[in-house]
């Protein structure tokens, strides 16, 4: 692959408008910076381990009085890794039940749910340092996207308990899988991550949570935050749309002849397209879904 290959692939990601893309990019990007800085740190060049340790103290979770003066490691932990191993089952699991969860609920949930899951289970581990303050398993500073990945995983499980997926032992609906992930974190609480292990049950605690209240009383804990971003997406546009230079092509001799039928046929469909980006492909009335197959199959 070259170099302008690998440059298309990424433009391709960011158009998409997939904002569980646009996240894992964000992620990766961070982690090639720390992994970068420890190489040359090992080799001995005199800015790198300085700069390492810059990143681990600004964008760490601290849970000692450091939190006081540093809060923003309450959402910056969520995008730091610093071994592969670990972001690499962050990332995976983030794609696929990420992409699950979108494709239900709409890609505006994405980055709100994932913003509160890591805060709350970041939250999760301050508070119980602050119970348990002699444990030695506490204190420590806390790093990753695991709890927030988590939520993504318990919401598709408890919001399509009985969808089944294909691993490596065959097929196995999503519920059994979600227990299955949740009892291997109890179990392991013995080998000592037990910060990471609070993390991941907040996570998966506010996941669950957000989709019980979410379809018990229709009331949704990412609405603020969605609102939010859609006001700055909005001013932002403006701001731009208000400084670009509007540019009018000279009329052309040649006169179009148009099909009013196509022009309606494609206005319908960019408007059913924004409706599955926003609330996802199951938000389509069933006239909707056959509308879209009759066009798929005429083109």
């Known amino acids: 692959m070259n170099g302008s ?8 990601w960011l158009k998409q408008e997939n904002t569980v893309n646009h996240l894992m990019i964000i992620n990766i990007a961070v982690f090639l910076i720390a992994s970068v800085l420890r190489l040359f740190a090992f080799f001995g060049t005199p800015f790198a381990n300085p700069a390492f340790g810059f990143m681990v103290n600004n964008l760490s979770l601290h849970v000692d009085d450091t939190l006081l003066y540093k809060p923003w490691g309450l959402i910056t932990y969520m995008f730091f890794h610093i071994h592969w191993i670990h972001i690499l089952f962050n990332m995976l699991t983030f794609f696929w039940f990420g992409n699950l969860f979108r494709s239900e609920l709409g890609n505006r949930r994405v980055l709100p749910l994932y913003l509160l899951a890591g805060i709350f289970g970041g939250l999760l581990y301050v508070a119980s340092y602050y119970i348990f303050p002699q444990s030695p398993y506490l204190g420590g500073p806390m790093l990753g996207a695991s709890g927030a990945t988590m939520a993504f995983l318990i919401a598709s499980a408890t919001l399509m308990p009985n969808m089944e997926i294909g691993i490596l032992v065959g097929h196995v609906k999503l519920k059994w899988l979600a227990v299955a992930v949740l009892v291997i974190n109890l179990i392991t609480v013995p080998e000592g991550n037990v910060g990471g292990i609070l993390a991941h049950f907040g996570g998966a605690l506010f ?15 990412c609405a603020p935050l969605m609102k939010l971003f859609d006001n700055l997406n909005n001013l932002f546009s403006r701001n731009k749309s208000s400084s670009t230079r509007t540019f009018k092509p000279k009329k052309s001799p040649l006169r179009v002849v148009r099909n009013p039928s196509d022009a309606s046929h494609a206005s319908r469909l960019d408007q059913l397209l924004d409706k599955i980006s926003e609330k996802g492909y199951n938000s389509l009335t069933t006239e909707e879904k056959q509308w879209l197959r009759q066009y798929s199959n005429e083109k």
């Not at 290959?5 to 391709?12: E, S």
């Not at 669950?208 to 018990?216: A, E, M, P, Q, V």
């Open 5 to 12: 290959t690998f440059k298309a692939d990424i433009k391709y």
């Open 207 to 221: 996941g669950f949570g957000y989709i019980r209240i979410l379809k018990s009383s229709g009331t949704d804990l």
